[in-house]
Antibody, heavy 119, light 110 residues
């Protein structure tokens, strides 16, 4: 069974940092690209970042470029999102998701972790 | 403002059919696969349709997808109260080098 479990969310002050983790099981992690997608309270889905299976291709949305860094450790079956210079508008549930082939789109999603940026 | 345009809401009676549109452009919908997701309240999105019209294992054939030019459509037949959810389309955008989503459509089964 494919499982993705995010952690690391919480309350942080504006300008602060947070590191999200996503541990996966049930599939060969090193063979798949991954996404981070977020959803602000009561809002729609917003793609955050993409990383290819070998980390050779990385993309960010304009809203997080220069502040967030995606990475992965294939030996630990883990995906990460380092978030710096956090803003109130970064408040959201953050999902990690496994990508289908070369589509860039997500098939399996974790349950999400809530990040709240507030003073 | 989302890159892909969906109607904010649709509604229909149980047993009826509904369609949800997703309008994009030449840099996204027209040239890349469209995915559709269902999100029930308080849960993570669930894949309904991939590669424009393919259903993952376990998704009933009441759900269908199609694409023509810069627009895609999700169809749901035999509506059930359990289908009440938010539905999102998504695809890759070659100009933005990233994933784009529609703003979501809330389905109400009256």
């Amino acid at each position: 069974e494919v499982q993705l479990v995010e952690s690391g969310g919480g309350l942080v002050k504006p300008g602060g940092s947070l590191r999200l983790s996503c541990v996966v099981s049930g599939f060969t992690f090193r063979s798949y690209s991954m996404n981070w997608v977020r959803q602000a309270p009561g809002k729609g889905l917003e793609w955050v970042s993409f990383i290819s299976s070998d980390s050779s291709d990385i993309y960010y949305s304009d809203s997080v470029k220069g502040r967030f860094t995606i990475s992965r450790d294939n030996a630990k079956n883990s995906l990460y999102l380092q978030m710096n210079s956090l803003r109130a508008e970064d408040t959201a549930v953050y999902y990690c998701a496994r990508v289908l082939g070369r589509s860039g789109l997500s098939v399996y999603w974790g349950q999400g972790t809530l990040v709240t940026v507030s003073s | 403002q989302s890159v892909l345009t969906q109607p904010p809401s649709v509604s229909a009676a149980p047993g009826q059919k509904v369609t949800i549109s997703c309008s994009g452009s030449s840099s996204n919908v027209e040239i890349n696969s469209v995915f559709w997701y269902q999100q029930l309240p308080g849960t993570a999105p669930k894949l309904l349709i991939y590669d424009n019209n393919k259903r993952p294992s376990g998704i009933p054939d009441r759900f269908s997808g199609s694409k023509s030019g810069t627009s895609a459509t999700l169809g749901i037949t035999g509506l059930q109260t359990g289908d009440e959810a938010d539905y999102y389309c998504g695809t890759w955008d070659n100009s933005l080098s990233g994933v784009v989503f529609g703003g979501g459509t809330k389905l109400t089964v009256l």
